[in-house]
């Protein structure tokens, strides 16, 4: 089966051999648009039910595919049909719960409405818990080899899963105290002579802290047995979903093996294997800490590469541009509108999120991806940009002309300085409201794994151009020294909780304009490890102001002092030939809020080159903004409508504009990585660059 599945509706009886169907709306619409899937490949449509059909695209464009039908398929009943009694409704660790309850095969999902569940199901959060339930049941579908979607019902009471219990031909409750293995109940269990065992299991899965003693004695009077989750003591719920997948590897097994089985709770890095002839768990060689991972691919001219970047909220092929979202939201556009217009993760900014709404609040919201119904990747920096931005007043500027100055004590002309560093950390004043907070690098770590961000770095002191040579050595000193006390903190974090999705943390390589300090500090965060686990980074971040002409330089100095199989990313920049250099210098992800912040001040990218649509040529161009651009902008809306939404000071001018310029660069982005992946990148870069500059 081709890994393109989607799932669609079909007609009852299915379209014949040879007949053309359309997949359009969302799920067209991101085929052809994000995964841009074109004539010749070959995909699967399935309606969640185990059926399908698989053709060849014959035809792509902005509202789907058109697909040949070449052959029906009827996905077959497991012989085992597993209900999954499941009480964790909140957060990543329900969601993997469902995942991992998918690719086992589950034929129904009902929440437990649990006394003691993280989240009571009822209400508003019961019907978003199922939303977001049944959305990554599908999710996951396409993901796996499977059509058929779990279904998930709606929340049960303790006293209706007890009924349920009543009605089921067998049933299991996970209970630590339980001395009987579930591998050993399910196998004693099997009908002598029949290799399918009992037709129907339900397993129920206990909340945070285990099922009450008042909840198993309902449970086993209505007829559950109570079982131990292998060998081991069930420390979270989550843990009991993999004595489900092994229920069915308990069926596929030959007799003689039966009884050696053994169900273990996963650790941190396994997930769920993608082969198809097995439904247990496997360890899915990630290469990282916990679901964290890097794997190279293609290799481009200089130090450019293509490459996969693996978190537990999906994965970012690399190179990409990551979509800076400074206080939880890409300004003016909806999360939703990102993801269709192809971006894989986003960043928000520690510092402003520390301020407000503050990182206690989003992690009891399930973290930054959850709080702003964010499902994919996402990166929070260490707060170490607003120390030189608050100290020195240069707002968002970074790459700087400073031909012939230094003064350690620069500050922006009319601005007061409102951050002070020291050996120990940074005390800043609120641009909010004048109050004093303390920035150490514990504090930075504490707050970014309140935050929840999949990727977080190392709190460090960025320099401008302008501060002298000593004083750069004098700050990649304290940013080497800060970077172990990250280290240290967010490993016993970690641990701490333990519960949580891994964050992977990455150095931040210092030394404005000197290769010798750069490479310093490459060699020094390359061979640091933690005190607590002895574990390294799981990457790095460039930073620091870089003198636009020397960008790929001296990303060069880092990518080739950098361990080769940890990814690197540079912080701050969008301009397509700053991308073009940065690529080819060896960056592998690069984020900058410029595409956002030049479309609310109406400037807009094109092919051509960026333009500003007030000016009075659009007043009456009915033309899009770029004739070559794919956006949901440009395919409904002309320059004139642009010009008079600006003109009028139109709020929705600002969210049109953004799609816009975001969908520029993350396509340039995806073709620049197509390239290196074809061998033309050098074409490509002349090719855009030559049109992108021509006018100047």
Same mark, same amino acid.
């Given at each position: 089966?081709?890994?393109?599945?989607?799932?669609?509706?079909?007609?009852?009886?299915?379209?014949?051999?040879?007949?053309?169907?359309?997949?359009?709306?969302?799920?067209?619409?991101?085929?052809?648009?994000?995964?841009?899937?074109?004539?010749?490949?070959?995909?699967?449509?399935?309606?969640?039910?185990?059926?399908?059909?698989?053709?060849t695209v014959?035809?792509?464009?902005?509202?789907?595919l058109?697909?040949?039908?070449?052959e029906?398929?009827?996905?077959?009943?497991?012989s085992?049909?597993?209900?999954?009694?499941?009480?964790?409704?909140?957060?990543?660790?329900?969601?993997?719960?469902?995942?991992?309850?998918?690719?086992?095969? @589950?034929?129904?999902? @009902?929440?437990?409405?649990?006394?003691?569940?993280?989240?009571?199901?009822?209400?508003?959060?019961?019907?978003?818990?199922?939303?977001?339930?049944?959305?990554?049941?599908?999710?996951?579908?396409?993901?796996?080899?499977?059509?058929?979607?779990?279904?998930?019902?709606?929340?049960?009471?303790?006293?209706?899963?007890?009924?349920?219990?009543?009605?089921?031909?067998?049933?299991?409750?996970?209970?630590?105290?339980?001395?009987?293995?579930?591998?050993?109940?399910?196998?004693?269990?099997?009908?002598?002579?029949?290799?399918?065992?009992?037709?129907?299991?339900?397993?129920?899965?206990?909340?945070?802290?285990?099922?009450?003693?008042?909840?198993?004695?309902?449970?086993?009077?209505?007829?559950?047995?109570?079982?131990?989750?292998?060998?081991t003591?069930?420390?979270?719920?989550?843990?009991?979903?993999?004595?489900?997948?092994?229920?069915?590897?308990?069926?596929?097994?030959?007799?003689?093996?039966? *009884?050696?089985?053994?169900?273990?709770?996963?650790?941190q890095?396994?997930?769920?294997?993608?082969?198809?002839?097995?439904?247990?768990?496997?360890?899915?060689?990630?290469?990282?800490?916990?679901?964290?991972?890097?794997?190279v691919?293609?290799?481009?001219?200089?130090?450019?590469?293509?490459?996969?970047?693996?978190?537990?909220?999906?994965?970012?092929?690399?190179p990409?541009?990551?979509?800076?979202?400074?206080?939880?939201?890409v300004?003016?556009?909806?999360?939703?509108?990102?993801?269709?217009?192809?971006?894989q993760?986003v960043?928000a900014?520690?510092?402003?999120?520390?301020?407000?709404?503050?990182?206690?609040?989003?992690?009891?919201?399930?973290?930054?991806?959850?709080?702003?119904?964010?499902?994919g990747?996402?990166?929070?920096?260490?707060?170490?940009?607003?120390?030189?931005?608050?100290?020195?007043?240069?707002?968002?500027?970074?790459?700087?002309?400073?031909?012939?100055?230094?003064?350690?004590?620069v500050?922006?002309?009319?601005?007061?300085?409102?951050?002070h560093?020291?050996?120990?950390?940074?005390?800043?004043?609120?641009?909010?409201?004048?109050?004093?907070?303390?920035?150490?690098?514990?504090?930075?770590?504490?707050?970014?794994?309140?935050?929840?961000?999949?990727?977080i770095?190392?709190?460090?002191?960025?320099?401008?151009?302008?501060?002298?040579?000593?004083?750069?050595?004098?700050?990649?000193?304290?940013?080497?020294?800060?970077?172990?006390?990250?280290?240290?903190?967010?490993?016993?974090?970690?641990?701490?909780?333990?519960?949580?999705?891994?964050?992977?943390?990455?150095? @931040?390589?210092?030394?404005?304009?000197?290769?010798?300090?750069?490479?310093?500090?490459?060699?020094?965060? *390359?061979?640091?490890?933690?005190?607590?686990?002895?574990?390294?980074?799981?990457?790095?971040?460039?930073?620091?102001?870089?003198?636009?002409?020397?960008?790929?330089?001296?990303?060069?100095?880092?990518?080739a002092?950098?361990?080769?199989?940890?990814?690197?990313?540079?912080?701050?920049?969008?301009?397509?030939?700053?991308?073009?250099?940065?690529v080819?210098?060896?960056a592998?992800?690069?984020?900058?809020? *410029?595409?956002?912040?030049?479309?609310?001040?109406a400037?807009?990218y094109?092919?051509?080159?960026?333009?500003? @649509?007030?000016?009075?040529?659009?007043?009456?161009?009915?033309?899009?903004?770029?004739?070559?651009?794919?956006?949901?902008?440009?395919?409904?809306?002309?320059?004139?409508?642009?010009?008079?939404?600006?003109?009028?000071?139109?709020?929705?001018?600002?969210?049109?504009?953004?799609?816009?310029?975001?969908?520029?660069?993350?396509?340039?982005?995806?073709?620049?990585?197509? *390239?290196?992946?074809?061998?033309?990148?050098?074409?490509l870069?002349?090719?855009?660059?030559?049109?992108?500059?021509?006018?100047?």
């Amino acid at each position: 089966m081709s890994d393109a599945v989607f799932l669609t509706e079909l007609a009852d009886p299915l379209p014949a051999v040879g007949a053309s169907v359309e997949l359009d709306g969302d799920e067209g619409r991101h085929a052809a648009v994000v995964r841009r899937i074109g004539p010749g490949e070959v995909v699967v449509l399935g309606d969640g039910v185990g059926r399908a059909v698989r053709g060849t695209v014959t035809a792509s464009s902005k509202r789907g595919l058109t697909i040949q039908v070449e052959e029906h398929h009827h996905e077959a009943e497991p012989s085992l049909r597993v209900t999954a009694v499941q009480a964790l409704a909140k957060g990543d660790r329900g969601e993997l719960a469902v995942e991992v309850m998918t690719e086992a095969g @589950v034929h129904r999902v @009902v929440p437990w409405s649990a006394h003691r569940s993280m989240v009571r199901w009822s209400g508003e959060r019961a019907e978003k818990g199922l939303r977001r339930w049944r959305s990554t049941a599908r999710e996951a579908t396409k993901q796996s080899r499977r059509l058929r979607v779990p279904e998930v019902t709606e929340a049960a009471t303790t006293a209706e899963v007890a009924e349920l219990i009543r009605t089921s031909e067998r049933a299991y409750v996970l209970h630590e105290s339980a001395t009987r293995p579930l591998a050993e109940a399910v196998a004693s269990s099997r009908v002598p002579g029949t290799p399918t065992g009992p037709s129907s299991v339900l397993v129920v899965v206990g909340p945070e802290g285990g099922i009450t003693d008042e909840e198993l004695a309902e449970f086993t009077a209505a007829g559950a047995e109570p079982v131990l989750l292998g060998s081991t003591v069930l420390r979270t719920s989550t843990a009991g979903v993999v004595a489900i997948a092994q229920l069915q590897a308990l069926v596929a097994a030959p007799a003689a093996e039966r *009884s050696t089985l053994e169900v273990h709770e996963p650790a941190q890095d396994e997930q769920v294997g993608d082969d198809p002839a097995s439904d247990d768990l496997a360890s899915d060689d990630l290469g990282g800490e916990g679901g964290f991972g890097f794997t190279v691919g293609h290799r481009g001219p200089g130090l450019a590469r293509t490459g996969v970047i693996r978190t537990p909220h999906g994965e970012i092929g690399t190179p990409a541009f990551i979509a800076v979202g400074t206080k939880a939201t890409v300004k003016a556009v909806l999360p939703e509108t990102m993801t269709e217009l192809g971006a894989q993760a986003v960043l928000a900014n520690a510092y402003h999120l520390y301020l407000q709404p503050g990182h206690e609040r989003i992690d009891r919201a399930g973290g930054l991806g959850q709080f702003m119904n964010w499902p994919g990747p996402t990166f929070t920096d260490s707060g170490g940009f607003q120390v030189m931005s608050l100290g020195a007043g240069f707002k968002k500027v970074l790459a700087m002309d400073t031909t012939g100055l230094a003064d350690d004590d620069v500050i922006a002309e009319g601005k007061q300085r409102r951050a002070h560093v020291d050996d120990d950390g940074v005390t800043f004043t609120s641009h909010l409201d004048g109050s004093k907070h303390r920035f150490t690098p514990e504090v930075s770590m504490q707050v970014q794994h309140g935050i929840g961000a999949d990727v977080i770095f190392a709190f460090d002191e960025l320099t401008t151009l302008m501060n002298t040579r000593p004083y750069q050595e004098e700050a990649l000193e304290r940013t080497r020294l800060w970077a172990q006390r990250c280290l240290d903190e967010h490993q016993r974090l970690t641990l701490e909780r333990e519960t949580k999705p891994y964050q992977a943390l990455f150095g @931040v390589i210092q030394g404005a304009q000197y290769e010798d300090l750069r490479t310093k500090a490459c060699a020094d965060l *390359s061979a640091m490890r933690g005190t607590v686990t002895g574990e390294g980074f799981d990457g790095y971040g460039i930073g620091g102001a870089i003198e636009k002409e020397r960008l790929g330089e001296i990303v060069g100095w880092c990518s080739a002092a950098l361990p080769e199989d940890r990814p690197r990313h540079l912080l701050g920049i969008s301009e397509p030939d700053d991308l073009f250099a940065a690529v080819a210098a060896g960056a592998d992800t690069f984020d900058c809020v *410029s595409p956002s912040r030049v479309a609310r001040n109406a400037a807009l990218y094109t092919r051509d080159g960026r333009f500003n @649509v007030t000016t009075a040529a659009n007043r009456d161009d009915l033309g899009p903004i770029d004739p070559e651009c794919d956006c949901y902008t440009c395919a409904h809306y002309s320059r004139s409508y642009l010009h008079h939404l600006f003109k009028a000071k139109e709020i929705i001018a600002n969210t049109l504009a953004t799609i816009h310029n975001e969908r520029f660069i993350v396509r340039l982005v995806d073709q620049i990585r197509d *390239s290196l992946a074809n061998g033309d990148f050098a074409a490509l870069r002349d090719d855009v660059l030559g049109r992108y500059y021509a006018a100047r």
